[in-house]
């Protein structure tokens, strides 16, 4: 009897457990999404070709999000009708209801960076507070033929420093790299950058994951496998789950008392997949790391959280798509914003 209580408790423990490092409730805002939707007015003078383009006429999706001075922003990329991307900027008072920025915050131009960003655009923000109060973005740029991973600093939102590519030696400067998500600390409905034993960390990649250090957000260095001298893989896709043929960061990585929790985008494969699912549905699962060791995996979410089940989601320029990448604190609740159907923004409530 005495081992039959102490295995329940232990079942009790390990589900509470579960539930303790989950970001779990979501609820998607239906009646409302999705809240962003491309324009057709939008208009604006493009450095680099000197026309005045719609620049968000095509599509807009995968959102960053933060909260400053009592508004929800959101900073999403923008595609205009050849496909180039941009980031523009939305606020809302409520977090549903949004006004737009009539221009993009931060697009190629004729600087030091044009030659990764065009033709392809800025694509895929995700931002943290830094410690002074300013901001440090992660983007990817895109050269129409490899993605680079990128930051970017910036003190209102609207004047952007660019640093271009955070992988600057001979070895990763042209490898495919995209989808960076700092290790962060909530302070209040600030998520702040977050240094352990006085690193900066970061996980990157899409379709591995892998992980990057720094000591100021500017100079990044990749961890290494020693047996190849290439990228250290921290969480892979698994055969048989929803997230079989590929693993991306979504938001920032938070850190919490039980670990890292980080919420992840994944990707169904064609085969040795989950059958529930169609093949390539992206939806969103969630892993925990070890505080100490960011690299170690404590715990794995075997089911999605989120996936594609509503017209908006299912069909659109890209089918069967939920892409989560912002996630802020507001008003006592957590705002989860993701593109749909890589067309359209929405949002799910906790």
Known sequence: MKGVYLFLLLSFSLASYAQNWQLTGFKKADAEN???????????????????????????????ALVRNGLVHLLYRAQDSVGTSRIGLATSTDGIHFK????????????????FEWPGGIEDPRIVETKDGGYFLTYTSYDGKVARLCGAFSKDL???????????????????????ALVTVQQGSRLVAHQIDGLYYMYFGDTDLFLATSKD???????????????????????????????????YALLKKEGILLIYNSSNAANYNEARFP??????????????????????????????????????????VCFVEGLVPFKGKWFLYYGTADSKIAVSIK
């Not at 491309?38 to 959102?63: Q, Y």
């Not at 496998?225 to 250290?232: I, P, T, V």
């Not at 896709?237 to 979504?250: K, T």
């Not at 995996?297 to 017209?311: G, Y």
């Open 100 to 115: 737009k920025y009539p221009e993009p915050i931060l697009f190629p131009s004729n600087d030091a960076f044009r030659g």
């Open 34 to 64: 999705p809240i962003l939707s491309p324009s057709l007015e939008a208009r604006f003078l493009d450095p680099i070709t000197g026309k005045n383009v719609g620049w968000e006429n095509k599509n807009v999706l995968n959102p960053t």
């Open 279 to 320: 093949i390539f549905t992206y939806a969103a699962g969630q892993v925990l790391f070890d505080a100490q060791k960011p690299f170690k995996v404590i715990a794995r979410t075997n089911e999605p959280f989120i996936w594609p089940n509503q017209p908006y989601e299912k069909v659109g320029e890209v089918n069967e």
């Open 217 to 251: 957000l500017r100079h990044w260095d990749i961890l290494e496998n020693a047996e190849n001298a290439f990228r250290l893989s921290v969480l892979k896709p698994r055969a048989g789950y929803f997230d079989s043929r590929l693993v991306e960061p979504g938001p």
């Open 158 to 180: 609207k004047t952007w420093e660019k640093i271009g590519p955070l992988f600057t030696t001979e070895k990763y400067l042209n490898t495919w790299s995209k989808s960076g």
